[in-house]
């Protein structure tokens, strides 16, 4: 397994002892079954997908990376945490998707293939990291000119402490207890200040809202809890 300076062992553990049960669209993992058409819909309206080189960085399971292959998309998936990776290629091989899954830290795949992706997505991982600054720098490497980054993440507000820590780990249940810690959370100007930092340039950033009880996702204004944000590797011609 790669190391990584910017991954956490106690957060891998945490993931891979679920992870056989990633693909239960009624247990834990259910609110990503049921964000992840609305996430998909997001990156597809605002960047070419059919053909290009996407590399979803933190993939898990292979949820979103299973609907990047069906829009044609050359994908490869990385993950730090085994269980995860290996349950992500046994659900592609059953649905007969080719994924390049890969046990693989960003920072080696950028030192490895810098420039070489089209898009690249990071969906509810950088609250999981140590250092998600220094991991945006090993992302923003891996796009080509032009390329386009796209991040989902929890804010750092009270609100986002009452619907994601207590309402969904400790009223609802609808998440394990533990699962993030409110420290973690990114307000927007942060990521948005790292994004600069690593040399991209930000393009949007809307609200990601889920209905714990009609269990409905859509997109809206309010970033206060999920957000969502596209950032894009300035062209060398500018």
């Not at 085994?82 to 059953?94: D, G, Q």
């Not at 080719?98 to 810098?114: F, G, K, T």
């Not at 990601?208 to 969502?228: D, G, M, S, W």
Request: charged content about 25%; aromatic content about 6%; some cysteine.
């Amino acid at each position: 397994m790669n190391t990584s300076t910017a991954a956490d062992p106690a957060e891998l553990a945490k993931f891979d002892a679920v992870a056989h049960r990633f693909w239960d669209e009624r247990g834990e993992f259910r609110p990503l079954h049921r964000l992840n058409p609305v996430r998909l819909a997001y990156v597809a309206e605002r960047a070419p997908l059919d053909g290009r080189r996407v590399v979803d960085v933190g993939c898990g399971g292979g949820l979103l990376a299973e609907g990047l292959a069906r829009a044609g998309s050359r994908v490869m998936g990385l993950d730090l945490a085994p269980a995860m990776i290996e349950v992500a290629r046994l659900h592609a091989l059953a649905s007969g998707l080719s994924i390049d899954y890969r046990v693989e830290a960003v920072e080696s795949l950028a030192a490895s293939e810098p420039g070489a992706f089209d898009v690249v997505t990071c969906m509810e991982m950088l609250e999981h990291v140590p250092d998600p600054a220094a991991t945006m720098r090993s992302i923003a490497r891996l796009l080509r000119p032009g390329g386009r980054l796209f991040v989902s993440t929890i804010n750092r507000s009270p609100r986002a402490f009452l619907v994601a820590i207590v309402g969904a780990e400790y009223l609802t249940r609808m998440i394990p207890a533990g699962t993030h810690e409110y420290e973690r959370f990114i307000r927007p100007a942060e990521l948005a200040r790292w994004a600069r930092g690593a040399g991209l340039e930000l393009r949007e950033m809307a609200g990601l809202e889920y209905n714990p009880i009609t269990e409905q996702c859509r997109l809206v204004a309010n970033t206060a809890v999920n957000y969502l944000a596209t950032f894009e590797q300035p062209s060398v011609h500018r």
